[in-house]
């Protein structure tokens, strides 16, 4: 079974500081990973994805994320916070056999503090 | 272009009542997934549609839910009779192909609220 753990359901920093969301993986085959993001009231769009390429993915608004087998994470950082940053977001794995079921973390709520 | 369109955005009911959400995926789309997310249990996805079959409904809850998309343009999913623990905000969400390696669209969704 696939499972995705983020650690920390609500972080806070500084508008201009750097942003670390934390997620970790598991899986028995190689995982494709995600990140989404929920701002207020709307659906969740997609950040970046891995799928077995480039272990560094870069994504939209400045975010980018590193695969990091040996330790099972996947964690999305961004060099410095705007307060538009300010949204839920959503870790998620799949792998190439499961076709369209994809399961999402529980969350982390991020606050910038101006 | 239009996004993924659900209706209505809010409903409000008592226990027992039907409660019927409706999903309108992106032109084209052949796939087409029902999420329920709760503070308690995060996103879950409930049943997922490929080219109008479905496909995997292990998600969904009880046999009071089920889930039609008759064509490739519209999808309902209906609650029957509804529960309180019921309340949630569901979303449908498509794609073109398979979800593992491409990219999820969802709605704005719809946020049910039973009495």
């Known amino acids: 079974a696939q499972s995705v753990t983020q650690l920390g359901s609500h972080v806070s920093v500084s508008e201009g500081a750097l942003v670390l969301l934390r997620c970790n993986y598991s899986?028995?085959?190689?995982?494709?990973l995600f990140w989404y993001v929920q701002y207020p009231n709307q659906g969740l769009q997609l950040l970046l994805k891995?799928?077995?390429?480039?272990?560094l993915v870069k994504g939209i608004n400045g975010f980018e994320a590193e695969f990091k087998k040996s330790e099972t994470s996947f964690h999305l950082t961004k060099p410095s916070a705007h307060m538009s940053d300010a949204a839920e977001y959503f870790c998620?794995?799949?792998?190439?056999?499961?076709?369209?079921?994809?399961?999402f973390g529980s969350g982390t709520r991020l606050s910038i503090r101006p | 272009d239009a996004g993924v369109i659900q209706s209505p955005r809010h409903e409000v009911t008592e226990m027992g009542q039907e409660v019927t959400l409706r999903c309108k995926p992106i032109?084209?789309?052949?796939?087409l997934f029902w999420y329920r997310q709760t503070m308690m249990r995060g996103l879950e996805l409930l049943i997922y549609?490929?080219?109008?079959?479905?496909?995997?409904d292990s998600g969904m809850p009880e046999d009071r839910f089920s889930a039609k998309m008759p064509n490739a343009s519209f999808s309902t999913l209906k609650i029957q009779p509804s529960e309180p623990r019921d309340s949630a905000v569901y979303f449908c969400?498509?794609?073109?192909?398979?979800?593992?390696?491409?990219?999820?669209?969802f709605g704005e969704g719809s946020r049910l609220t039973v009495l």
């Open positions: 891995y799928t077995s390429a480039a272990t």
């Open positions: 899986s028995s085959v190689p995982p494709y």
């Open positions: 969400a498509s794609t073109m192909g398979l979800a593992n390696t491409g990219e999820l669209f």
């Open positions: 032109s084209g789309h052949n796939s």
């Open positions: 998620a794995v799949s792998h190439y056999s499961s076709a369209s079921k994809i399961i």
């Open positions: 549609f490929n080219n109008n079959v479905p496909i995997d």
